[in-house]
């Protein structure tokens, strides 16, 4: 394919002055999935967070979504977010809200205004997650596993091109881990979105297999 969703080509990253990833070259395309991978202070996160212009591109070229990550000017980060979605390790949830405020939050500041529709879109996706029911409850009570599924709602409220997963089970158990991913990669496979699962779980790679990427040696292999 062509137009990848994803491109890099030749791309150093530094951190405080440091190079973390030098001639990385990767790519994506609409709807595929894949697993970075590596050690810690490998260049995971760093990467990661490139994606969504949190780490700067120091040389190379870096596209997303057909932004140039080199050259974005800092008005264009936050609608590129806005077309991401971003889960994480911890889940950054507001747990005094509800789940659904949760959601109806993240609605209006993406420029959401019909109240009725926020509802209706809320509650389409907590339902596609399994938490409707709990639609009412202050996040706080939900279990770990219930968090990250709301965390996963939010992340795919605007129905995003890409989802970058950060860790995503790193806080769960097996089990719960599974389920988490599981739900991922049905929820990608039906809407056609690509994502990208940084982790530390190998287990998952074998479970539910995907091309993968191993941050070493400065460097992005795949594996």
Request: glycine share 4%; with cysteine.
């Amino acid at each position: 394919m062509n137009n990848p969703i994803i491109s890099y080509k030749d791309v150093t990253l530094r951190q405080d002055d440091h190079v973390v990833l030098e001639n990385l070259n990767f790519s994506l395309q609409v709807a595929e999935q894949c697993y970075i991978i590596g050690e810690s202070g490998s260049g995971k996160s760093t990467f990661i967070k490139s994606m969504y212009a949190e780490v700067p591109i120091s040389t190379g070229n870096a596209q997303v979504l057909n932004y140039s990550l080199e050259s974005i000017k800092r008005n264009d980060v936050p609608i590129l977010r806005r077309q991401l979605g971003i889960i994480f390790q911890n889940f950054y949830l507001f747990e005094n809200w509800t789940v659904i405020e949760n959601l109806i939050y993240v609605l209006k500041a993406t420029d959401w205004k019909n109240k009725e529709e926020m509802t209706n879109r809320a509650e389409e996706v907590l339902d596609s997650v399994g938490l409707l029911q709990y639609k009412n409850n202050a996040a706080y009570k939900l279990s770990g596993g219930e968090k990250q599924k709301l965390a996963i709602a939010r992340a795919i409220l605007n129905h995003p091109k890409l989802i970058i997963a950060d860790e995503p089970t790193g806080n769960l158990d097996p089990n719960t881990s599974d389920d988490i991913i599981y739900l991922l990669h049905n929820l990608a496979s039906a809407h056609k979105t690509a994502i990208i699962f940084a982790t530390h779980d190998y287990r998952l790679l074998e479970k539910f297999p995907a091309r993968v990427y191993k941050c070493v040696d400065k460097g992005l292999i795949e594996t």
